[in-house]
């Protein structure tokens, strides 16, 4: 017994304890970020940061502190805001980043730079950028609900990450199609509606290079555009016009949720000619048809068929909007550079990729109907 004992002593002056440990009492967490493009070439950096008063019986009460400076870079914004608030600014939990658009129109990594450098950076942040509109209206918003903005903002966007709207991209999955050349990105777009107590989620923005393009997928695009980079979320749903009976218009619509998605692209080196085809099949459950009658013989196939050419047709739509943007989403260049170095080297993406032919084909399979014929 007595070995044991010394043993366990010893043991303990080899414990190292927590050199880096910082209390929470002594930080103030800062949980959503948004920067816009100031004066003079400044920026404006503003921060939500919530405080928790003690109660002497029951839970405490949260009170949400939103602060505004401009500077040249943020972390000079940073420290500024750190002399505004008693105890030390960390961003270790920054939940969202938010980009006001203007901003967003120019090079992002500088803004993002301190992010990536920083060890406490919290690179699960989601990033987003406000149509129409500038961060600090965004992070400042008179919202219902959610008592912090940040949950506000993230939940919208895990919303739209789950219905197949977003990729659900964080700071660490975009560092690299920042810096890689041959993939651009999109970023979810964010509007404020109903006099600034609303905020929705409005379409997805193309980026090229590290550069806002002012293009966007709309939200009613964005489940296919998702569906053609392979990306799926728990629930993908498409309602789309199919028949045009000339009298209830609700009768010509469907609504069909995806119960399989397989993406594949396929690349050629036509004597220096890149050619793309994007073959998408899906397999679908009718989840909402008004018009019934899918008992009749043939009619499955029918709808299947007239789904798999209006699909097509707006997939030719997404990837004119693409290749005007100059936002290569899909990471084509990526490909050709890795199958195809000897095209690439000899090629200019950025003035190749808008001019190059890239063909969708969509197939539809219908595989279950709901239990009313």
Known sequence: MKK???AGIVSLLFLTGCWDERQFKNVKLVLSLGFDQGEEGQIIQTVSIPSVSRATEGPGSESLQILSTS?????????????MIPESYDPAKVK????????????????????YRNPRSNLNAYLAVVEEGTAQDVISMNHTGA???????SGLLEAAVSSTHATGENLQLLCAE???????FSI???????DGNLLTFSGMGLFHDKTYTGEKIGAEQTTLYMLLQGEKGRVARLTKKIDDHGKDEILDYITVSVAENDRKMKIENKDGEIAVTINLDMKVKIVEYPSDHLYVKGRIE???????KKLTDESVDIISQVQEANS???????RVKAYHPEVWKELDWREEFPEISIEPKVKVEIIQHGIIN
């Open 4 to 6: 044991y004992l010394i």
């Open 96 to 115: 969202v980043i938010v980009l006001g658009e203007d901003l967003a129109k120019q090079d992002i990594y500088p803004i993002l730079d301190d992010m």
């Open 302 to 308: 029918e709808i299947g068929k007239k789904l798999s």
């Open 328 to 334: 290569d989403v899909f990471g084509i260049g990526r």
């Open 147 to 153: 008592t912090r903005i940040s949950n506000y903002i």
């Open 178 to 184: 920042l810096l890689e050349p041959g993939i651009d």
């Open 188 to 194: 979810p777009l964010l509007k404020i509606e109903d």
């Open 71 to 83: 500077a040249h870079t943020p972390l000079q914004a940073r420290g500024k805001i750190d002399r």
